[in-house]
């Protein structure tokens, strides 16, 4: 029993020192088995609180609190493992009862200042047990800030977006405001730093994926919707546009879905790493239609039929399509146009367009 005990105690330390080390330390995309499961149970608890007649509104109340309470679990769960290890080695190693044991590793781990009167001398466990809790704590802290920077510049930019393709983003909404305002030379600039955003946004969530869970502050923003909307707007720009589209156009949609495939690595994700252009897509020709009739009523000259656009726009759109949705789906992002189904009733959000209040309407 004593041997059962030790092994089962080293096991459980092993298993707990390498998930601190992958959630919170080694600077690369693993899976982490212990935050996807909290996310899992949290997630289901959160939106099981919120009333079924509040829609998109109430989930995203609830969810709010899902980041900060994965944090505070993950700290519970990390802690409360390393007490059920030394009380198991102390059990194993230094003839004390289990309850005994408990005691022991409870005021060395969480130093509490008392230790067993069973024994004269304090172990080497002792003392490890006692270097763990503060430096699992401290660990934690060193991590907020890391994961507060990559989320205030992932909301930075989702906030300058909305003054451009509405609010929730619609990639059509971007173009058509551009034409509407003749600020389409503005386009490369945003591609630009929407590029830039994209790799910041692949490397923080893919090594963070905790900031998966991180909301906007404002409930029609989101960063998976915003980047969608970026790389649609792209994708439609060089599909109808060929000769006018800028070159930044195709390395904003080239970084998105790059971004969203090493996220996707991150969470196990299963998809194709080189789909067929021709693969089918779930947006329909009629809702491209629509959008690109919209789009040039807006000003912005057409090119290229539509028909011969769409096979172009699918080429680029199947790239991130099926992600983009996932991740949507995941995060319960807005449910905004083009953005694919929820895992709650929603209907597509259309952006809202001001009011156009210029004198003579000019």
């Known amino acids: ?22 959630t ?19 997630r289901g608890i959160l939106r099981r609180l919120a009333p079924a007649s509040g829609g998109y509104l109430a989930q995203d109340r609830v969810l709010t609190w ?6 505070l679990c993950m700290l519970a ?16 190693t230094a003839g004390l009862s289990f309850g005994v044991s408990f005691r022991e590793a409870g005021s ?3 130093t509490l200042g008392f230790a067993s009167g069973d024994r004269l001398r304090l172990s080497a466990l002792d003392f490890l047990a006692a270097a763990t809790g503060p430096l699992i704590t401290a660990l934690l802290i060193a991590y907020l800030p890391t994961l507060y920077g990559a989320y205030n510049r992932r909301e930075v930019e989702v906030t300058l977006l909305q003054t451009r393709a509405g609010e929730p983003a619609w990639g059509p909404e971007l ?15 945003l591609y630009r730093d929407w590029e830039r955003l994209a790799a910041d946004i692949g490397e923080g969530h893919s090594n963070y994926p905790v ?8 409930p029609h923003r989101s960063w998976v919707v915003g980047l969608l909307a970026v790389m649609d707007a792209a994708a439609i720009q060089l599909a109808i546009c060929p000769r006018s589209a800028p070159p930044e156009a195709r390395l904003v949609l080239r970084a998105g879905f790059t971004a969203l495939r090493d996220i996707a690595r991150t969470l196990r994700v299963d998809f194709d790493p080189d789909p067929e252009p021709d693969s089918p897509i779930r947006l329909t020709f009629e809702e491209f239609d629509a959008a690109v009739a919209m789009v040039t009523a807006s000003g ?38 083009w953005t694919g189904p929820r895992d709650f009733p929603a209907t597509p959000i259309p952006p809202r367009r001001p009011a156009d209040r210029r004198p003579g309407g000019r």
């Open 77 to 92: 769960t990390w802690l409360a493992s390393m007490l059920a290890a030394y009380t198991l080695l102390l059990f194993g």
């Open 211 to 218: 900031l998966l869970s991180f909301r906007s502050p404002r």
């Open 300 to 337: 912005m000259v057409k090119e290229r039929p539509v028909a011969e656009a769409w096979p172009q726009f699918q080429g680029w759109r199947v790239n991130y399509e099926a992600l983009a949705y996932e991740l949507a789906r995941r995060s319960d992002a807005v449910p905004a146009l």
């Open 24 to 42: 919170l330390v080694v600077p690369r995309g693993l899976y982490s088995a212990l935050v996807f499961r909290i996310w899992v149970v949290l």
């Open 108 to 110: 060395s781990l969480f």
């Open 175 to 189: 173009l058509a405001r551009q034409s509407l305002v003749d600020t389409e030379t503005a386009l490369p600039q």
């Open 1 to 22: 029993m004593k041997l059962i005990s030790v092994l089962a105690g080293l096991l459980l330390l092993v298993f707990t020192i390498a998930s601190i080390l992958r």
């Open 66 to 71: 899902l980041a900060p309470l994965i944090l």
